[in-house]
């Protein structure tokens, strides 16, 4: 609880662009793959992006060429940059940080997700 802190949502017009923070404990940062999902109205829960602590990124299909995942270690905080938001884009945005392994046996330590922030884009 409390690993993760998100800000950065709210309203915006389509076509528009908006960024997302999520700053992690340090511990988290520098061990965890951290991902951004979303879950939209009616909808099930996607991944949007993913980060590794090494930099290497992977997309939705439905984001890639518009969104940008990015992380800042001074910080410990991963962004989302969102440009030429679409109306489909409304939803509840979650940082996630995937449990990371934790043993020779490949076990993982636990998965953490932040508390949401809203984005939604109008017409």
């Known amino acids: 609880q409390g690993q993760l802190a998100e800000s950065g949502g709210g309203l915006v017009q389509y076509g528009g662009s908006l960024r997302l923070a999520c700053e992690a404990s340090g511990r988290i940062f520098r061990r965890n793959d951290m991902a951004w999902f979303r879950q939209g109205p009616g909808k099930e829960r996607e991944l949007v992006a993913r980060i590794t602590p090494g930099g290497i990124t992977n997309y939705g299909d439905s984001v890639k060429g518009r969104f940008t995942i990015s992380r800042d270690s001074a910080r410990n905080t991963i962004y989302l940059q969102m440009n030429s938001l679409k109306l489909e884009d409304t939803a509840v945005y979650y940082c996630?940080?995937?449990?990371?392994?934790?043993?020779?046996?490949?076990?993982?330590?636990?998965?953490?997700w932040g508390q949401g922030t809203q984005v939604t884009v109008s017409d």
């Open positions: 996630h940080a995937e449990g990371a392994v934790i043993n020779v046996e490949g076990a993982r330590g636990p998965d953490y």
